[in-house]
């Protein structure tokens, strides 16, 4: 069983800069490949951003390619997302997602574990 806590969520103006962390329990982590989701109101949850169980690969939607960077510390079980130069359409609850083994971002119905979530909101 692995728990997921995000964190570094809040309020930052257009432009402005956040590092989302997602600290997992257990000593499997370095096994689980990790991915970043958002969910704005009214919208489907979409795939932010992914790194593979050995941190060798990464993926980034279309949206947020060259503004977001995924990353991971093992020694600290945690995952984190940086978001730089961020927009109003960049606002949603982000959660961070587990799954074993993987090398390619799988679909999010394939992700064994999730989190509760946390805010961004982004003002223009």
């Known amino acids: 069983q692995v728990q997921l806590v995000e964190s570094g969520g809040g309020l930052v103006q257009a432009g402005g800069s956040l590092r989302l962390s997602c600290a997992a329990s257990?000593?499997?982590?370095?096994?689980?490949?990790m991915g970043w989701f958002r969910q704005a109101p009214g919208k489907e949850r979409e795939f932010v951003a992914f790194?593979?169980?050995?941190?060798?690969?990464?993926y980034y939607a279309d949206s947020v390619k060259g503004r977001f960077t995924i990353s991971r510390d093992n020694a600290k079980n945690t995952v984190y997302l940086r978001m730089n130069s961020l927009k109003a359409e960049d606002t949603a609850v982000y959660y961070c997602?587990?799954?074993?083994?993987?090398?390619?971002?799988?679909?999010?119905?394939?992700?064994?574990?999730w989190g509760q979530g946390t805010q961004v909101t982004v003002s223009s």
């Open positions: 257990g000593r499997t982590f370095s096994s689980y490949a």
């Open positions: 997602a587990a799954e074993l083994y993987r090398n390619s971002a799988p679909p999010p119905d394939e992700y064994d574990y």
């Open positions: 790194i593979s169980w050995t941190g060798a690969k990464t």
